[in-house]
């Protein structure tokens, strides 16, 4: 019995791996009834990570992001969740690299960069994107934004896929405008 509480509880602690990156402070403006969310991904290429890029090969950070109410004392209540997926492709022949940015599955960026640096900035620095509409939320009570991201996946035992993810992080509590 011991012995399947050790593998359960071992398979619970491991389910998700830690990244080594880390969010950074998250920046929330409002302009008008819209959120918009700043925040970069620090830590996050090692160079396993650079060579699946230079290989080619798709490489994809996950950010899953969240309005939540604050509540004192209590869990926070989820109010709307978006997925920014950011994906690098090597171009080999022309010696650039194409990143695409979806918001919810709707491409809203693309653009061609040239060297590392470049390549490291447009993955994981996120300026000004409009997440949320807070025209439709109750305008009493505090609201936050978590974020967490997604940098890739191993695998455990070799058959069992875990994904590599970073700690949430919250941003300062604000507060929804209020109609004139």
């Known amino acids: 019995m011991r012995a399947k509480l050790a593998l359960l509880g ?6 998700q791996a830690l990244a ?3 969010i950074s402070e998250i920046k929330v403006q409002l302009d008008g009834e819209r959120v918009q969310v700043s925040f970069a991904l620090q830590g996050a290429f090692d160079h396993r990570l650079w060579e699946r890029v230079d290989s080619g090969l798709p490489t994809s950070f996950v950010y899953q992001i969240e309005l939540d109410r604050d509540r ?3 869990w926070d209540k989820k109010l709307e969740d978006a997925t920014l997926e950011v994906t690098a492709m090597y171009d080999a022949v022309a010696r650039s690299y194409t990143v695409n ?3 919810n599955d709707k491409l809203i960026e693309s653009k061609i960069v040239r060297d590392h640096k470049a390549l490291e900035e447009a993955m994981t620095v996120i300026a000004r994107l409009p997440v949320f509409d807070v025209a439709d939320l109750p305008k009493e009570g505090r609201a936050l934004i978590k974020v967490q991201a997604e940098t890739g996946s191993r695998t455990l035992l070799s058959f069992i896929p875990v994904a590599i993810t970073t700690d949430w992080k919250e941003s300062p509590k604000f507060r929804a405008p209020k109609q004139p």
């Not at 071992?10 to 389910?15: R, Y």
């Open 10 to 15: 071992f398979f619970f602690f491991v389910s």
């Open 20 to 22: 080594d990156a880390k």
């Open 101 to 103: 940015s979806k918001l």
């Open 72 to 74: 004192q004392r209590w």
